[in-house]
């Protein structure tokens, strides 16, 4: 499944782009050197505002919980198949 990537990242990666091949043209002593630099800032703090959280450990954990209760799950149903089976190929006892 494929995402549009978000409107607002694009924009701003593209100015963050633009900016940073201003700055390489101008001299730091220059006055628009310094405007341009606290722009780049404030898009580099609008950028990693705009992130999406990364996964909390408590969901880690919990979707790895409920992955080995599945499993054990399956386990158990795995060896109780066995196990009917096996009964039925059992000699019965003789009256």
Request: proline content about 4%; charged content about 30%; hydrophobic content about 40%.
């Amino acid at each position: 499944m494929r995402f549009r990537p978000n409107k607002v990242n694009t924009y701003v990666d593209g100015e963050i782009t633009r900016i940073t091949e201003k700055l390489h043209d101008l001299e730091v002593t220059d006055e628009k050197y310094a405007k341009l630099l606290d722009r780049l800032n404030t898009l580099h703090r609008i950028r990693q505002e705009e992130k999406p959280d990364l996964i909390s450990a408590d969901t880690i954990a919990l979707v790895a919980a409920n992955l080995v209760g599945i499993l054990l799950i399956l386990n158990y149903e795995h060896g109780a198949v066995i196990t009917s089976k096996a009964l039925g190929l059992l000699v019965k006892p003789r009256p």
